[in-house]
């Protein structure tokens, strides 16, 4: 099981912070969690409820960790592994988490799957999210896969779908001529793009595309 103990910066204030593995004691606060990053208009059906956190820590409890500041529980992520070809990257967020439920979880799988990451507004300058997302690198690594990926948002997208392609977009963003909140911070945690999917979500800010972001395990060879 994970867990690292450190401290982050608040301006100039170390905080102590712990990476862990959720249980089911962590529940309540996890769905708090996510109706803060998700507020109303945001359906509250679409927050974690508590069998999909209890098929998250029973299923892949490696995929399933927290962040904790100064003992107050700031933000978690989830995944799960799948089996990845990527001569065949179409497919939606719910057919590949099955809709979060993650019963499609598979022990043999080489793909570490990121199903959600969510870090509480108030904490979102203290750089947890890259956190987490490295203490799944090391993941990765322990369980020798091949990879981390996960369809990345682009929020930003709406605003030049008019004039742009999806892809144009994301070259854009790769070459520093826009920023997006959410690719943006992906290449930050060291997340590589390799296409863009459509109908990935139904998100009008995306217009429903999503880039497929990947990290490759170093210490593999394929």
């Known amino acids: 099981m994970y867990r690292s103990e450190f401290y982050v910066f608040d301006q100039d204030k170390p905080v102590p912070v712990i ?3 959720y249980t089911e004691a962590d529940f309540d606060q996890l769905i708090q969690i996510q109706s803060e990053c998700f507020p109303p208009p945001f359906p509250s059906d679409l927050w974690w409820n508590k069998e999909q956190l209890s098929n998250h820590v029973g299923r892949f409890p490696e995929g399933a960790i927290c962040i904790e500041v100064n003992g107050v529980l700031a933000g978690s992520l989830t995944g799960l592994c799948v089996e990845f070809d990527p001569n065949h990257m179409e497919h939606t967020w719910e ?14 799988g080489d793909t ?3 199903v959600d990451i969510s ?9 947890l999210g890259k956190l ?20 990345g948002r682009m929020p930003g997208y709406h605003r030049v779908a008019a004039t742009m392609k999806p892809d144009e977009y994301l070259k854009e963003v790769i070459t520093g001529q826009l920023k997006d909140p959410v690719i943006s911070f992906l290449l930050r945690c060291g997340r590589v793009p390799i296409g863009i999917v ?4 139904d998100d009008e800010e995306s217009c429903n595309y999503a880039a497929l972001m990947e990290w490759k395990n170093p210490f593999n060879p394929i």
């Not at 490295?134 to 369809?151: P, T």
């Not at 459509?198 to 979500?201: C, G, H, M, Q």
């Open 19 to 21: 990476i862990r593995n």
């Open 112 to 114: 570490l799957y990121i």
């Open 198 to 201: 459509e109908n990935y979500l």
């Open 132 to 151: 987490m997302m490295h203490a799944m690198y090391h993941v990765v690594i322990q369980n020798k896969l091949v990879r981390l990926l996960g369809g």
């Open 95 to 108: 057919e590949i988490t099955d809709r979060g439920y993650i019963t499609n979880h598979n022990p043999s």
């Open 119 to 127: 870090v509480r507004p108030k904490y979102r300058k203290l750089g």
